[in-house]
């Protein structure tokens, strides 16, 4: 698990998003819980090319709150690699944010991770939790 994690306002504009994915090496962001955005959402490099480039949307009139993905599928803390990973594979996402026991994000655990975790299965390593 990666604990940074990178969080946006739902009510900036997908270019701002775009600059701090740019700048911060990231390629999903963690969409805030506002007054008006009561749950947490996330906008992935995914959703850019699905939702913005294959349409032709110009990404300086979107704000982040009508391209981001909600509600959020999340792990515990103590969930194990093969558990993110098996549900990873079932819901087709890239992006799996890991949370405490109060919902809050905490970390993150991309499809690249696992290229390391693997890499440790080969050598004898075994599954952990996250915590």
Do not use: W
């Not at 998003?17 to 490099?45: C, F, W």
């Amino acid at each position: 698990m990666n604990d940074l994690v990178v969080f946006v306002d739902p009510e900036v504009t997908v270019t701002e998003a775009l600059k701090l994915m740019r700048r911060r090496y990231v390629n999903s962001l963690i969409v805030r819980k506002t007054e008006t955005n009561p749950e947490y959402g996330i906008v992935t490099s995914i959703d850019i090319c699905d939702k913005i480039v294959a349409h032709g949307r110009n990404p300086s009139e979107l704000k982040v709150r009508e391209i981001m993905t909600t509600p959020l599928i999340t792990v515990p803390k103590d969930a194990t690699v093969q558990d993110c990973a098996r549900l990873m594979m079932e819901k087709r996402i890239h992006h799996l944010p890991v949370v405490d026991e109060h919902g809050n994000v905490i970390g993150m655990i991309s499809a690249t991770d696992f290229l390391f975790i693997a890499e440790t299965m080969g050598h004898g390593g075994s599954d952990r939790a996250f915590s």
